[in-house]
T-cell receptor, first 110, second 112 residues
């Protein structure tokens, strides 16, 4: 069965510092990977997906099949980036069923 | 704001009681989903529905039931068979099974 691991429960960085939220997955097939974000008092929403190869709010994520990772990165953290971040995996032909990691709380301090 | 509406925001259940959580969407989406969120465990899929009058079990369907009689509605019933119902429940919808999912604000269920 597929699995998503986010090893850090909490990540605290200073404003302007680089950010890397780790995500590793286990799945034998070709996965689709997503990052979802939940800001305080807001709904869970999609941040980015690997097939789009976009940079959203300065965040990027590269799928590394060799290391089975999909780490989320931003070169300079902003205070408004403070939120809960979830990595999710959709298996090929899985009917859009997502498997979520346990989430990482990012706290950006001044 | 429109989109996906979950009600109530907070719900309390007595022992042995069935309760129903509402999820309505006005996005004209075909697919709908129910997730359960527990502290430190992320989201887990309970049930999902591709189209009206069809639904499939997710990873943790035991103790839950759903119906999909209308495209815009996907209510979740937490039955008395669910021994640990205290959790945060999230509903989501997507245009189809290939599109991204949009989430509701959630319902927090507690047992009295």
């Amino acid at each position: 069965a597929q699995r998503v691991t986010q090893p850090e429960k909490l990540l605290s960085v200073f404003k302007g510092a680089p950010v890397e939220l780790k995500c590793n997955y286990s799945y034998s097939g070709s996965p689709e990977l997503f990052w979802y974000v939940q800001y305080s008092r807001q709904r869970l929403q999609l941040l980015l997906r690997h097939i789009s190869r976009e940079s959203i709010k300065g965040f990027t994520a590269d799928l590394n099949k060799g290391e089975t990772s999909f780490h989320l990165k931003k070169p300079f953290a902003q205070e408004e980036d403070s939120a809960m971040y979830y990595c999710a995996l959709e298996v090929t032909g899985g009917g859009n069923k997502l498997t979520f990691g346990t989430g990482t709380q990012l706290k950006v301090e001044l | 704001d429109g989109g996906i509406t979950q009600s109530p925001k907070y719900l309390f259940r007595k022992e042995g009681q069935n309760v129903t959580l509402s999820c309505e969407q006005n996005l004209n989406h075909d697919a709908m989903y129910w997730y359960r969120q527990d502290p430190g465990q992320g989201l887990r899929l309970i049930y999902y529905s591709q189209i009206v009058n069809d639904f499939q079990k997710g990873d943790i369907a035991e103790g839950y039931s759903v119906s999909r009689e209308k495209k815009e509605s996907f209510p979740l019933t937490v039955t008395s068979a669910q021994k640990n119902p205290t959790a945060f429940y999230l509903c989501a919808s997507s245009k189809n099974l290939l599109d991204i999912q949009y989430f509701g604000a959630g319902t927090r269920l507690s047992v009295l």
